[in-house]
């Protein structure tokens, strides 16, 4: 069975500070999203990822891809408080199939 | 809007009751895709489909969840009996080749 991990689960960091979110998963896959989720809404798409070594970036997020070491980092550049979310990877074991989600990043900027 | 629907957005029901779900996909998209997420956790997997069949359940879809696509355009999912442990958010997403979007989610709350 597929399993997801994230660390951290919980992040609080200031404005203008860098930092990396890790999703690390249980088994051979080399397509893997990242979604923004805020508060009592749904899923925003941000990165698809799907080969080895993909890098993706968008403003001040940008997300990495090792299919070999079943990682992938969602890093976070200068942040701004408009930041603050809960971030999920989710992996696709097949092209089509199902998505398992990590259990979240919980971000928080403070100014 | 083009992107993919979903009606109600807020299900309050008594336990015992029955409640159906509507998802109405990006038009091109012939993947569609069910998920259910309770407070703080990310989304759980329940069934999809490729056009109107069903392709996969989850070991999570009891005999009291049903969902249809009956003609591979819009999906229902439909909980019999509901129970308290049935109040989640159910998430309906759909899918291009590459990337899925979801929609804003049915809030369900079971008294």
């Known amino acids: 069975e597929l399993k997801v991990e994230q660390n951290p689960l919980f992040l609080s960091m200031q404005e203008g500070k860098n930092y990396t979110i890790y999703c690390n998963y249980s088994?051979?896959?080399?397509?893997l999203y990242w979604y923004r989720q805020d508060p009592g809404k749904s899923l925003e798409s941000l990165f698809v990822?799907?080969?080895?070594?993909a890098v993706k970036q968008e403003g001040r997020l940008m997300a990495s891809l090792d299919t070999k070491a079943r990682l992938s980092t969602l890093h976070i550049t200068a942040a701004v408080h408009d930041l603050s979310a809960t971030y999920f990877c989710a992996v696709e074991e097949t092209s089509g199939s199902r998505l398992t989600f990590g259990e979240g990043t919980q971000l928080t900027v403070n100014p | 809007d083009t992107g993919v629907s979903q009606d109600p957005r807020h299900k309050i029901t008594k336990r015992g009751q029955n409640v159906t779900f509507r998802c109405d996909p990006i038009?091109?998209?012939?993947?569609l895709y069910w998920y259910r997420q309770t407070l703080g956790q990310g989304p759980e997997f329940l069934t999809y489909f490729q056009n109107e069949a069903q392709l996969e359940k989850s070991r999570l879809l009891s005999d009291r969840f049903s969902a249809e696509r009956p003609k591979g355009s819009f999906s229902t999912l439909e909980i019999q009996r509901t129970e308290q442990g049935d109040s989640a958010m159910y998430l309906c997403?759909?899918?291009?080749?590459?990337?899925?979007?979801f929609g804003p989610g049915t809030r369900l709350t079971v008294l």
């Open positions: 997403a759909s899918s291009s080749y590459r990337e899925k979007f």
């Open positions: 038009s091109e998209h012939n993947r």
């Open positions: 088994t051979t896959s080399d397509r």
């Open positions: 990822l799907l080969s080895n070594g």
